[in-house]
C-alpha cells in the first residue's frame, strides 16, 4: 500500500538556521498539507497546497515558512529562520481528492537548540 | 475560525469495556469529521470518518456519530483490546477550507487487561 514519506527523521538544528524538511506524498494525491504537532500537545494545520499553489495558511504560518512542490514529486517545507519554539514533529499529509482521508506521513522531529 | 473540543483527554477502561471519546465543533458549515489514532512515536492514522449528510457510520467495533443541529460527534469504540490504546483525535474540516483539518486535544486511551 502506498504511504507517505518523510526525511529526514530527526533534525537537530541551531537557533537562527535553515531547515527543509522533505515529504513524498501518494503519486495520484492532488491535495499536500502540513501540520505540526508540539510534545504532548494536538495537530495543527500549518499549510495546505493545491495546484501548485498554498490554498490556505494558519496563523503559525508566518513570513518565515514557505512551502514547495518543485518536481512533482517532493513536497517541502522551509523554515528560514528557526525559532526554539519550531521544535515540534512536523507531519506532511495528502489527499486524493477534496473531503477525503488524509494519510499522514511517519512525520520529521525537528528540534532547535 | 473552528475550534474543536475534546472529552475526556483521558479514559482508562477494563478489557471488554466500551469506551466513548466526544467532541464539539464551532463552525456550523463544517462538513467532514475523521477520527484518527496516534501510537506512540507514530504517524495519526484515520480510523473512521462520517460526512455531515451522514448520522452515523460503524466499522466492526468502531462507530461513530454526529448530531449537526447540537454541533458533536463522538467515538464509540466496543469490547476493547489492550492494541486499542493510544491517543485519539477528533478533527473538523470547515468548508471551503481546502480540507484543512482542525484537530481536538485528544484522548488518550488506556485499556488495561
Known amino acids: 500500500e502506498p504511504e507517505v514519506t518523510q526525511t529526514p527523521s530527526h533534525q537537530v538544528t541551531q537557533m537562527g538556521q535553515e531547515v527543509i524538511l522533505r515529504c513524498v506524498p501518494i503519486?495520484?494525491?492532488?491535495?499536500f498539507y502540513w501540520y505540526r504537532q508540539i510534545l504532548g500537545q494536538k495537530v495543527e494545520f500549518l499549510v495546505s497546497?493545491?495546484?501548485?499553489?498554498?490554498?490556505?495558511k494558519s496563523e503559525i504560518f508566518d513570513d518565515q515558512f514557505s512551502v514547495e512542490r518543485p518536481d512533482g514529486s517532493n513536497f517541502t517545507l522551509k523554515i528560514r529562520s528557526t525559532k526554539l519554539e519550531d521544535s515540534a514533529m512536523y507531519f506532511c499529509?495528502?489527499?486524493?481528492?477534496?473531503?477525503?482521508?488524509?494519510?499522514f506521513g511517519p512525520g520529521t522531529r525537528l528540534t532547535v537548540l | 475560525g473552528e475550534n474543536v473540543e475534546q472529552h475526556p483527554s483521558t479514559l482508562s477502561v477494563q478489557e471488554g469495556d466500551s469506551a466513548v471519546i466526544k467532541c464539539t465543533y464551532s463552525?456550523?458549515?463544517?462538513?467532514?469529521f475523521p477520527w484518527y489514532k496516534q501510537e506512540l512515536g507514530k504517524r495519526p492514522q484515520l480510523i473512521i470518518d462520517?460526512?455531515?449528510?451522514?448520522g452515523e457510520k460503524k466499522d466492526q467495533r468502531i462507530a461513530v456519530t454526529l448530531n449537526k443541529t447540537a454541533k458533536h460527534f463522538s467515538l464509540h469504540i466496543t469490547e476493547t483490546q489492550p492494541e486499542d490504546s493510544a491517543v485519539y483525535f477528533c478533527?473538523?474540516?470547515?468548508?471551503?477550507?481546502?480540507?484543512?483539518?482542525?484537530f481536538g486535544a485528544g484522548t488518550r486511551l488506556a485499556v488495561h487487561p
Open positions: 497546497f493545491y495546484n501548485n499553489e498554498i490554498s490556505e
Open positions: 503519486s495520484n494525491h492532488l491535495y
Open positions: 462520517i460526512r455531515s449528510n451522514v
Open positions: 463552525d456550523s458549515a463544517s462538513n467532514y
Open positions: 499529509a495528502s489527499s486524493p481528492r477534496s473531503l477525503n482521508e488524509q494519510f
Open positions: 478533527a473538523a474540516s470547515p468548508l471551503g477550507g481546502y480540507n484543512k483539518l482542525i
